[in-house]
């Protein structure tokens, strides 16, 4: 269930498109609503700018070890630096933001 | 899930952790297939006896383990260990353990909604499907404790996980930390209820002691005890000191002492495997004896072990030749071995843990201990009696002579140890100042001596080139008598038997005397006697002329008186012839 929405319109400060990793174990209904909680975010602070891409340990269990997942769902930006990193099902919105930065950089604008 | 555990089922199958001592007080390891919980203060071992655990499965019994690290990199773990001679890097690579560490940073992560812990499953999950893992380490998993915010998430995630391991049939190892008033710091004993096991660092008089006790066991009859344990260059080691009954075999085999009269006042020498205390005030010779005996058992062909917790080897050896007794050779053919340690550099546990461990790796027949008496410096008097007792079972049960070298203080009394620990005692060789006539000098006698009708002598003994020499002590009318008062009672002694020879010499010479008297006496009454006899034979034999004159004379007359023929002639006696 890889997903990928790219705009790239707007120019940021923040510079470029924004990467984002879910791991995931199973579809799970932890997992449906954090990638949806996500994908709802996205829309409304990083409109065009942003690729999600899902990761299921279940299919692949190597990358659980080296990209050290231990909580499921994880939430990895890998773009831009530095590497964030927010767990759960990402129902908390305003601690999403924080983990992912988006909320000073939100207020920026 | 407790109510699994199967209370009291006889045939709980388990699995050895090849950890010297701790299968012992088990009954066998750790229960097969179930989480076992290690906990402990920071910096007692835990780690370390997760880590042998896996090892020696993994060496030993075949079985792979997989280790989760959850404070330490597997670099920094392997790095650890190795000084243990545990090559992890190279069972990793041969897919025997597998290392990895869980790394969980409170500051990158931000927890936003529900959660679970399926990533550490599944990588857990992974990781013993690689090597085939039987057995499985997570150290320190409380750790996660601090990395996530939602603690009952946490707990339940926990209680699954042990649920888990259960079910994949793994015998697992979970490390915590020691809590206040609990076992783990976030009380990870509820999840964990078949097999607790506590591990202790304690410091009692600046003297730190680890100590091992299996809280709980379920289903199995485990020691109770706390059990002193050591680590060491060979890895972790616990000592099941008390399980020892009273059931070691009596030798009847004699071991000489070294000096031939000690033996003689023994009945020919101590029994093989019993104790023997040589206990005596200061500078009364009991290191000396001590080394005799030694020097005994070394001639036998026999190994000793030679504790020395005031001298250096050198200095014994030193001290020792200068009483004619060479150790040197003993310790060149490795047969005497001596180990010298301050009593107070470790507590009593760890040097009983360290003697158990010298013994079964040097395996002598006879061990030394000089003296027991500086052990109450490193505990208490009634813990260094404990510890001597636990030793001598230890020994006994070996069939190992033990030597027991006590220092008595000079007030007390001597039929009394400070360690109280007579009673364990088979062989008691009581060495004392005799001070008498303004010097002191050493007395030695034997006052106890299970199963020998032993001397009830006081004997003096003297250090001489030669070694020690026993000596018969003089009691006089002022008491026994020793030293110089004894050599000037010998020359009194001798002086007085010199009088008696004499006075004897001078009564046969007296008799001698007499003797020529009188056959003196005899002789010149014989030579009168000669003197008369000869006369009277003369005169006898003048009379008995006379009287055959005088016949003569009548015969002749008669045969004048031929005329009176008729006349009836007269008999004559002693005249045969007649006339005819």
Redesign the interface.
């Known amino acids: 269930m890889n997903t990928a929405d790219n705009t790239p319109a707007t120019p940021d400060p923040d510079a470029g498109t924004w990467e984002l990793r879910l791991?995931v174990?199973g579809k799970t209904p932890?997992s449906v609503?954090?990638f949806e909680?996500l994908k709802k975010m996205c829309e409304q602070h990083l409109p065009g700018r942003y690729r999600i891409e899902v990761v299921d340990?279940?299919e692949n269990?190597?990358l659980?070890?080296e990209d050290?997942?231990?909580?499921?769902?994880?939430l990895v930006r890998k773009l831009p630096d530095p590497?964030?990193?927010?767990?759960?099902?990402?129902?908390?919105?305003?601690?999403?933001l924080?983990?992912?930065q988006l909320r000073p950089a939100a207020q920026g604008w | 899930m407790s109510v699994t555990g199967g209370a009291g089922r006889p045939g709980l199958e388990k699995t050895p952790t090849g950890i010297h001592g701790l299968d012992e007080i088990t009954g066998g390891g750790l229960p097969k297939g179930r989480p076992t919980l290690v906990c402990g203060a920071a910096g007692c071992g835990k780690t370390l006896l997760a880590m042998e655990f896996l090892v020696r499965g993994a060496t030993e019994f075949g079985e792979p383990g997989v280790f989760f690290a959850f404070e330490e990199t597997a670099g920094e773990l392997a790095q650890n260990v190795r000084s243990l001679g545990f090559d992890l890097d190279a069972l990793a690579a041969q897919n025997r353990v597998s290392l990895e560490h869980i790394r969980v940073e409170r500051t990158e992560i931000e927890e936003a909604g529900d959660f679970d812990l399926e990533g550490l499953f599944i990588r857990l999950g992974l990781a013993i499907d690689t090597v085939r893992a039987k057995r499985v380490v997570l150290d320190t998993l409380e750790t996660l404790f601090g990395g996530f915010d939602n603690q009952a998430i946490l707990r339940s995630e926990l209680r699954r996980l042990f649920r888990w391991l259960k079910d994949r049939g793994v015998t697992a190892v979970i490390t915590a930390e020691r809590g206040d008033g609990s076992l783990t710091r976030q009380g990870l004993e509820e999840y964990v209820s078949d097999c607790v096991i506590l591990l202790d660092h304690r410091v009692t008089d600046q003297v730190s002691t680890r100590r091992l006790r299996v809280v709980k066991y379920r289903g199995t009859a485990h020691g109770t005890n706390e059990y002193p344990f050591l680590i060491d260059e060979s890895g972790f080691s616990v000592l099941p000191l008390t399980s020892l009954g009273l059931d070691h075999p009596a030798s009847t085999e004699r071991v000489s002492t070294g000096i031939p009269r000690l033996d003689a006042m023994l009945g020919s020498g101590v029994f093989r495997g019993t104790s023997v205390l040589l206990s005596g005030t200061a500078g009364t010779g009991k290191s000396s004896i001590a080394a005799h005996l030694a020097d005994a058992a070394c001639r036998r062909g026999e190994r000793c072990l030679y504790y020395s917790f005031e001298e250096s080897p050198a200095q014994i050896l030193r001290n020792m030749r200068s009483i004619g007794l060479d150790l040197g050779p003993w310790v060149a053919t490795k047969q005497l071995r001596f180990i010298t340690t301050r009593p107070t550099l470790f507590g009593l546990e760890m040097h009983l843990a360290a003697m158990h461990k010298h013994v079964r790796e040097f395996d002598p027949a006879l061990v030394v201990i000089d003296p027991i008496s500086n052990f109450a410096t490193a505990g208490t008097a009634g813990e260094a009696n404990a510890m001597l007792l636990r030793l001598v079972d230890f020994l006994k049960a070996r069939g190992t002579t033990a030597v027991f070298v006590s220092l008595t203080s000079g007030g007390g009394t001597l039929e009394a140890t400070e360690q109280q620990i007579s009673s364990l005692i088979d062989t008691w060789i009581l060495l004392r100042d005799i001070e008498l006539g303004g010097e002191r000098n050493r007395g030695l006698y034997v006052l106890k001596s299970r199963g020998t009708a032993h001397s009830n002598q006081i004997r003096e003994f003297v250090l001489t080139d030669l070694g020690v020499e026993l000596r018969d002590v003089y009691v006089g009318p002022e008491g026994v008598l020793t030293g110089s008062m004894r050599a000037a009672q010998e020359a009194r002694e001798q002086a007085a038997a010199e009088e008696r020879k004499q006075a004897i010499a001078t009564r046969r010479r007296e008799v001698e005397r007499r003797r020529a008297a009188v056959e003196a006496q005899i002789a010149t009454l014989r030579a009168g006697f000669v003197t008369d006899e000869a006369e009277l034979e003369h005169l006898i034999a003048a009379e008995e002329a006379a009287d055959r004159q005088l016949r003569d004379d009548r015969a002749a007359m008669a045969r004048n008186r031929r005329a009176d023929a008729n006349e009836p002639e007269p008999t004559a006696p002693g005249r045969p012839g007649g006339a005819a």
């Open positions: 791991y174990a932890k609503t954090a909680n340990l279940i269990p190597r659980a070890k050290e997942i231990v909580a499921i769902p994880t590497i964030r990193r927010v767990i759960g099902d990402l129902s908390n919105v305003e601690k999403t924080v983990g992912l």
